[in-house]
C-alpha cells in the first residue's frame, strides 16, 4: 500500500467509531490488489449511478453469450468471470463454441477478443445485486443501495 492510502487511514481512524472493519477491508485490497499486480484492463467497464440509490456494473462483451459468461456474489465480491472451455479447434487455434462460425467457413481476421478474464468488485453490505442482463454486448449487473430504518436521517428528540 501507498504511503499516501496509510496516512489518510491513519488519519480518519481517530474521527470514525466502529469503522475498524471497513479500514482494515481497504487495507487488504491495497495490498492484495495494487501492490504487485496491476489490473488488467480487459475487458473495458463502466460503472454508472442510475439513481439516487441505484448503480449498474457494465462490461463491454461482443462475442459473448449468455452460456459464456458467470457473474457471482460471495463476501461482498462481485466477480464477473468467462468461463473456460477445453477443447481446442485444431484448424484454427479458437476454443470449441468460441465462434459462431459454420464447418464450410473460415476465420481470415478476427479482431473481437473472446479470452478468459475475471473482474471483481467489492460491493457494500448495504447494497443488493438486483440483476444481471446481456444485451447487444454489453452485460449490465444492477444493484441497489438499500438504507435501513435505523440508517435513515431522524431528528432527536431533546428531553
Same mark, same amino acid.
Given at each position: 500500500?501507498?504511503?499516501? *492510502?496509510?496516512?489518510?487511514?491513519?488519519q480518519?481512524?481517530p474521527?470514525?467509531?466502529?469503522?475498524?472493519?471497513?479500514?482494515?477491508?481497504? /487495507?487488504?485490497?491495497?495490498?492484495?490488489?495494487?501492490?504487485?499486480?496491476?489490473?488488467?484492463? $480487459?475487458?473495458?467497464?463502466?460503472?454508472?449511478?442510475?439513481?439516487? $440509490?441505484?448503480?449498474?456494473?457494465? #462490461? *463491454?462483451?461482443?462475442?459473448?453469450?449468455?452460456? @459464456?459468461? &458467470?457473474v457471482?456474489?460471495?463476501?461482498? #465480491?462481485?466477480t464477473?468471470? *468467462?468461463?473456460?472451455?477445453?477443447?481446442?479447434? @485444431?484448424?484454427?487455434?479458437?476454443? &470449441?463454441? /468460441?465462434?459462431?462460425?459454420? /464447418? @464450410?467457413?473460415?476465420?481470415?481476421?478476427?479482431?473481437?477478443?473472446?479470452?478468459?478474464?475475471?473482474?471483481?468488485?467489492?460491493? *457494500?453490505? &448495504? #447494497?443488493?445485486?438486483?440483476?444481471?442482463?446481456?444485451?447487444?454486448?454489453?452485460?449490465?449487473?444492477?444493484?441497489?443501495?438499500?438504507?435501513?430504518?435505523?440508517?435513515?436521517?431522524?431528528?432527536?428528540?431533546?428531553?
Amino acid at each position: 500500500m501507498t504511503n499516501k *492510502a496509510i496516512s489518510i487511514f491513519n488519519q480518519l481512524r481517530p474521527l470514525s467509531v466502529g469503522y475498524d472493519d471497513v479500514f482494515d477491508h481497504f /487495507e487488504s485490497m491495497f495490498n492484495h490488489q495494487y501492490d504487485s499486480i496491476s489490473q488488467p484492463n $480487459y475487458p473495458p467497464y463502466n460503472i454508472v449511478k442510475t439513481g439516487k $440509490y441505484n448503480y449498474d456494473i457494465q #462490461v *463491454a462483451l461482443a462475442g459473448y453469450g449468455k452460456n @459464456d459468461v &458467470d457473474v457471482s456474489f460471495e463476501n461482498s #465480491v462481485l466477480t464477473i468471470k *468467462a468461463k473456460v472451455r477445453a477443447v481446442q479447434n @485444431d484448424s484454427i487455434g479458437l476454443k &470449441d463454441g /468460441e465462434d459462431n462460425i459454420r /464447418e @464450410d467457413e473460415e476465420m481470415i481476421h478476427k479482431g473481437i477478443a473472446k479470452r478468459y478474464f475475471s473482474k471483481s468488485f467489492t460491493i *457494500a453490505e &448495504d #447494497v443488493e445485486i438486483k440483476g444481471a442482463e446481456l444485451k447487444d454486448g454489453l452485460l449490465s449487473v444492477s444493484m441497489e443501495r438499500i438504507i435501513p430504518d435505523h440508517k435513515k436521517a431522524r431528528t432527536i428528540t431533546i428531553k
